[in-house]
């Protein structure tokens, strides 16, 4: 008995329990097989998902805004599809229209700067908007006007059609611009709007013609008007007539000045996409105008302008107390101004 005792409970180790062993042992492999197996076709079968719910996604989004395709993801902020109230854009609805503004100062060019921009069949730039002093009493009438603008909603003389390109207008620094800068730049940087900064090197040259255009409003030369361009060589001759008298005890001074508000523009408005111009190369490189154009995003046209300059040649010709404004200068960082230039 305990030989067949024994004999069984070998038996038991011998052959039954290997068989409660083996296929726990199996049946754990298959489990864990299984369970990688699923896991491997799951991640597949989401992969390939993805990758057809985001192709179709871009599908629907190309048959929906053609146009857009066209530009590069770095262009997408500066891009807008304006839906004013005032008319329909129709057809042009799709087309992207880029927002630009031109700060600048007076009798720097920018009248001039401005003609060649409207010469552009896709340009609208609205001209010194902020010049009437209701609409730039405080930040929020300034962003009303600044909306109604890049809306497509202002309509005046250089309005384009529906399929304008590119809608901006002109901002001297001294009506309202620098009072609000931080507002400013948010709403620039909000909206997508690209910075034209505009300058002119030779402040003697633009001094002189502030004076001059000062005094003609009063003077009125012109047959009794007071024009601050002219279109005509004979209008052009009448107002460079003029010589005004420079204060030169307060001209280093003054000069200054106006180095130092054009350099406080272009910090407080340096995060902005922007470009600074100056009218002594739009004069002298007339390439200048091709890179503007491509700075807006348009096709590069030949530009064109009525306006005629008005005071050329030397400046000794058009200051009245010239020696002494050469003697005030002579010797300091500004005496450059006294040569003439190809400007002139």
């Known amino acids: 008995m305990v030989v067949e005792d024994m004999f069984y409970f070998n038996k038991d180790i011998l052959v039954i329990k290997p068989q409660k062993k083996s296929p726990l042992l199996l049946r754990m492999s298959l489990l864990m097989f299984s369970m990688v197996c699923g896991v491997f076709i799951c991640y597949v079968c989401l992969k390939q998902t993805s990758i057809h719910a985001r192709t179709i996604l871009l599908e629907l989004q190309q048959i929906e805004m053609p146009s857009r395709s066209r530009f590069n993801v770095i262009d997408i902020p500066y891009l807008h599809f304006p839906n004013p109230v005032s008319f329909n854009r129709s057809e042009c609805a799709r087309n992207p229209v880029r927002l630009f503004a031109m700060l600048t100062n007076q009798r720097s060019g920018s009248g001039w700067f401005e003609t060649l921009l409207n010469s552009h069949m896709n340009v609208s730039s609205h001209g010194e908007i902020f ?32 399929c304008s390109a590119a809608i901006g207008l002109k901002w001297m620094l001294n009506q309202g611009l620098m ?19 505009l300058f002119r090197r030779n402040l003697l040259r633009r001094m002189v013609s502030t004076l001059a255009n000062s005094y003609d409003r009063y003077a009125k030369l012109l047959n009794g008007t007071h024009k601050s361009h002219v279109h005509s060589a004979e209008e052009a001759d009448t107002l460079s007539k003029y010589k005004p008298t420079i204060n030169s005890t307060s001209l280093l001074a003054d000069l200054k000045d106006m180095e130092r508000k054009a350099a406080i523009a272009l910090e407080y408005f340096n995060t902005t996409r922007h470009m600074i111009l100056y009218y002594e190369d739009l004069i002298r490189n007339r390439t200048k105008l091709k890179e503007v154009q491509e700075f807006l995003g348009l096709p590069v046209m030949e530009l064109t302008s009525r306006q005629v300059k008005i005071h050329k040649g030397p400046l000794s010709e058009h200051i009245k107390n010239w020696d002494e404004v050469a003697n005030t200068l002579k010797g300091t960082a500004y005496e450059s101004f006294l040569e003439a230039d190809s400007s002139s």
């Open 179 to 197: 009072e609000h800068p931080k507002e400013i730049v948010e709403y620039f940087n909000c909206r997508g709007v690209s910075v034209i900064f």
């Open 131 to 162: 010049s009437v002093p209701e609409r730039r009493v405080n930040v929020s009438t300034i962003v009303k006007t600044l909306d109604k603008i890049y809306n497509l909603d202002w309509r005046n003389s250089a309005s384009k059609n529906e």
